[in-house]
């Protein structure tokens, strides 16, 4: 009676989950529901029965499960057997599902090498690791620990290797009935410390800012940072869906390491790795180092094969501690404003559920995607305009296009937004706060996008909205510790910059080089009036048309963004092309190289393959032309503040400055200055800044400072120290 969308089972028309229940309850079966359906009282569903009846039974047999078709096999083969590991891996490596690993039995030592893996568990043992580290000019490190966030791990052991095939494992917390004795942590730190702190001594890691930061916490400043394997993988195939070391192992070895959730479990019964039994955390530590060792052989050669040696070793390697700094400096919050906020925007939500439900006549779940679309769709008539699995959407789309029709929708949307904001930011960032520094500090994640730009976790900060009024009051709870100010660098329009000095195009360099407002520039030249005839909404439209080209938009795109028909999306397009040509014949050549070999690369060397550009279906081909033309932009523009990241950070410590670099959120870095340092901090960042690379127009950088994040200061309120 409900039908099935997502099987193309058809139904009766009007008849949902809740009124097939209750017929099919009232009459017992479908066909004295249809025998009876005359002689029901409720018009609409008297008709609809009376009209559908032959689709009701079909609806039925296509439902049904036939039993009766000539099965052609032989029972025993059906039967369960152990898999073709082999196969099964190299299924799994081919469509990149590491999470089925574990059901997979792992297949002998790669080569056939029976692994060495030994415990440290005296002091003549740590004696002899120490003289075999001291003899290797490099060595992989691995860190166990207690916590996945390493600003509140502790060291449960650390494992090394300097052969493939070989490794060690130092247990110094483990914690369980009958556990062996153990060397006191202090004493391996010690005993450690100068190998670990050596420049000399080349380390190699898997995610090596998580153990530089657990070990800086232990008392260890790891130097000699040469290599993780992570951004490794990240730098060849940047597309990849994990960079995790089992999935790289996978990759690159046809191996099936052995998983955290096999040695600790997981979910409710998961224990904690102080509680693991030492022979098995050995086996799994050191295979990991072990791994990570063999891995740095093979990538690196890679990465000189595909001419991104230069990328990872003078960028993201350099990063790596960049970010870890970052990630220990945190940033300090204001959670008593946060509270306030809460209580407010309580109030605020229960006023919009009030409103939300008389306008739908009746209360029901505002979260429920299901009960909304039945008030939006049956009850209140609205067009259903896209169709899921399980029904029709109401997702962001379909609700902007119809707040035109009614109020319900846009309530709504500005529910979900609040509500969002309040359980991902406003309600969450003070239990954030660290107890130990007092600040929240976030995880930098250097190996997620595609494009090359950073993205931030627990918390992500990326997404704080800084157009709407809440998002700018959240901003605020980010506040400067006494005696400093936040300096916020921003730059300016950074990626229409780079699009005109790849492209070269003359009329983009040269508005760049008057410093004119280019997107007034644009609309002058898209609508073909001088520059002072430029309206408002003129100028509004002119920047969604520069953002667009940028990321590659088509004309339904940007129709849908403008809220204007298709036809004259098409012709602002063609439009700008006319007045911007160069524009497009660099985009056309982005695209053909693309075709050609099969990746597209920023200003810096950067890769991202896009298969999706040879694709049979036209929906993924367009997708892959908007990947294609949009990674060298954004990706480069990702690159450049990478860059300045580094060379602020160099300068901060060679000029012994106590300002920290705390946040990077797209094209802006964020500050923490004492107002003493105030003047020299503006030039220096301006300096790197704006320097980072010679473009054929000037990069230019917005600085504003704040006590908070959200409000900065008026010039006449600027501390003396900074003028």
Same mark, same amino acid.
């Given at each position: 009676?409900?039908?099935?969308?997502?099987?193309?089972?058809?139904? $009766?028309?009007?008849?949902?989950?809740?009124?097939?229940? %209750?017929?099919?309850?009232?009459?017992? +079966?479908?066909?004295? *529901?249809?025998?009876?359906? +005359?002689?029901?009282?409720?018009?609409? /569903?008297?008709?609809?029965?009376?009209?559908?009846?032959?689709?009701?039974?079909?609806?039925?047999?296509?439902?049904t499960i036939m039993t009766d078709l000539p099965v052609e096999v032989e029972y025993e083969q059906l039967l369960s057997r152990e898999p073709d590991s082999a196969k099964l891996l190299a299924l799994i490596k081919e469509f990149e599902f590491p999470s089925l690993l574990k059901e997979v039995n792992p297949p002998a030592e790669e080569g056939g090498v029976e692994a060495d893996y030994r415990m440290v568990l005296t002091e003549d043992d740590l004696e002899e690791l120490a003289r075999q580290l001291a003899m290797s000019p490099a060595f992989a490190v691995d860190t166990e620990t207690t916590s996945k966030d390493p600003m509140q791990a502790d060291l449960v052991g650390l494992s090394f290797s300097i052969k493939g095939?070989?490794?060690?494992?130092?247990?110094?917390?483990?914690?369980?009935?009958?556990?062996? %004795?153990?060397?006191?942590?202090?004493?391996?730190?010690?005993?450690?410390?100068?190998?670990?702190?050596?420049?000399?001594?080349?380390?190699?890691?898997?995610?090596?800012?998580?153990?530089?930061?657990?070990?800086?916490?232990?008392?260890?400043?790891? #130097?000699?940072?040469?290599?993780?394997?992570?951004?490794? +993988?990240?730098?060849?195939?940047?597309?990849?869906?994990?960079?995790g070391l089992d999935a790289i192992?996978?990759? &690159?070895?046809?191996?099936?390491? *052995?998983?955290?959730?096999? $040695?600790?479990?997981? !979910?409710?019964?998961?224990?904690?790795?102080?509680? $693991?039994?030492?022979?098995?955390?050995?086996?799994?530590?050191?295979?990991?180092?072990?791994?990570?060792?063999? /891995?740095?052989?093979?990538?690196?050669?890679?990465?000189? #094969?595909?001419?991104?040696?230069?990328?990872?070793?003078?960028?993201?390697?350099?990063?790596?501690?960049?970010?870890? @700094?970052?990630?220990?400096?945190?940033?300090?919050?204001?959670?008593?404003?946060?509270?306030?906020?809460?209580?407010?925007?309580?109030?605020?939500?229960?006023?919009?559920m009030g409103r939300i439900h008389r306008l739908a006549g009746e209360e029901f779940n505002i979260n429920s995607p299901k009960q909304l679309a039945e008030v939006l769709f049956e009850k209140l008539k609205l067009p259903p305009l896209k169709k899921t699995k399980t029904g029709y959407s109401t997702d962001v789309e379909v609700l902007q296009s119809l707040a035109g029709q009614h109020e319900l929708p846009a309530d709504i949307l500005e529910y979900r937004s609040l509500s969002k904001l309040k359980s991902t930011y406003v309600d969450v960032l003070p239990a954030m706060i660290?107890?130990?520094? !007092?600040?929240?500090?976030?995880?930098?994640?250097?190996?997620?996008?595609?494009?090359?730009?950073?993205?931030?976790?627990?918390?992500?900060?990326?997404?704080?909205?800084?157009?709407?009024?809440?998002?700018?009051?959240? @901003?605020?709870?980010?506040?400067?510790?006494?005696?400093?100010?936040?300096?916020? %660098?921003?730059?300016?329009?950074?990626?229409?910059? $780079?699009?005109? &000095?790849?492209?070269?195009?003359?009329? *983009?360099?040269?508005?760049?080089?008057?410093?004119?407002?280019?997107?007034?520039?644009?609309?002058?030249?898209?609508?073909?009036?001088?520059?002072?005839?430029?309206?408002?909404?003129?100028?509004?439209?002119?920047?969604?048309?520069?953002?667009?080209?940028l990321y590659g938009m088509s004309p339904h795109g940007l129709a849908q963004d403008l809220g204007i028909p298709q036809k004259e999306a098409k012709r602002y397009i063609e439009n700008?092309?006319?007045?911007?040509?160069?524009?497009?014949?660099?985009?056309?050549?982005?695209?053909?190289?693309?075709?050609?070999?099969?990746?597209?690369?920023?200003?810096?060397? @950067?890769?991202?393959?896009?298969?999706?550009? &040879?694709? +049979?279906?036209?929906?993924?081909?367009? %997708?892959g032309e908007r990947f294609a033309i949009n990674t060298p932009i954004q990706g480069t523009a990702a690159d450049l503040i990478k860059v300045a990241m580094i060379a602020i950070h160099r300068r901060l410590i060679n000029e012994k400055l106590s300002s920290r670099m705390i946040l990077q959120v797209h094209d802006e870095l964020v500050f923490e200055v004492p107002e003493p340092e105030l003047a020299r901090m503006k030039q220096l960042v301006c300096e790197e800044m704006e320097g980072v690379a010679a473009l054929e127009i000037p990069v230019k950088v917005d600085i504003e400072l704040g006590r908070n994040w959200g409000v900065p200061l008026q010039d006449e309120n600027f501390p003396a120290s900074a003028a």
């Open positions: 009676l409900m039908g099935d969308a997502s099987d193309n089972i058809p139904g $009766v028309p009007g008849i949902g989950e809740k009124t097939a229940i %209750a017929l099919i309850q009232e009459y017992g +079966s479908i066909e004295r *529901l249809l025998a009876a359906a +005359s002689a029901i009282s409720k018009p609409k /569903l008297r008709e609809n029965l009376l009209a559908n009846t032959e689709q009701a039974l079909m609806s039925r047999r296509l439902a095939g070989e490794g060690w494992y130092i247990p110094m917390a483990h914690d369980y009935d009958g556990h062996p %004795a153990q060397l006191p942590a202090k004493q391996v730190i010690e005993r450690l410390r100068p190998l670990l702190e050596s420049s000399a001594k080349k380390k190699t890691g898997q995610n090596i800012k998580y153990d530089y930061i657990v070990l800086k916490r232990a008392g260890i400043d790891l #130097k000699g940072i040469a290599f993780d394997t992570m951004v490794a +993988s990240y730098c060849l195939n940047p597309g990849r869906m994990s960079h192992a996978l990759e &690159h070895f046809n191996y099936r390491m *052995l998983t955290y959730a096999e $040695v600790c479990g997981s !979910g409710a019964k998961q224990i904690p790795f102080s509680q $693991v039994r030492v022979e098995i955390a050995t086996r799994y530590s050191a295979e990991d180092a072990d791994i990570t060792w063999r /891995l740095n052989e093979i990538l690196a050669k890679l990465l000189e #094969k595909e001419n991104v040696a230069p990328l990872f070793y003078d960028m993201e390697m350099p990063l790596v501690e960049v970010l870890a @700094r970052m990630e220990m400096n945190g940033v300090k919050i204001d959670a008593d404003l946060l509270g306030r906020m809460s209580v407010e925007l309580d109030a605020k939500l229960k006023e919009l660290n107890p130990q520094t !007092g600040r929240v500090h976030t995880s930098f994640n250097q190996t997620v996008t595609a494009t090359g730009r950073l993205s931030s976790s627990e918390p992500n900060l990326q997404n704080i909205p800084i157009r709407t009024e809440l998002g700018r009051r959240i @901003r605020e709870a980010f506040i400067a510790e006494p005696g400093c100010l936040l300096l916020s %660098a921003d730059y300016s329009q950074i990626e229409l910059r $780079v699009l005109a &000095h790849l492209s070269k195009d003359p009329i *983009l360099i040269d508005a760049f080089k008057r410093d004119e407002d280019i997107h007034t520039r644009t609309a002058a030249e898209v609508f073909g009036v001088f520059p002072q005839m430029v309206t408002s909404e003129m100028r509004r439209q002119a920047k969604v048309v520069n953002f667009g080209i700008y092309f006319a007045r911007y040509p160069s524009v497009k014949s660099f985009l056309d050549t982005i695209l053909e190289q693309g075709r050609a070999t099969g990746y597209v690369t920023t200003m810096m060397g @950067r890769r991202r393959a896009v298969p999706e550009l &040879h694709a +049979s279906n036209a929906v993924v081909r367009q %997708a």
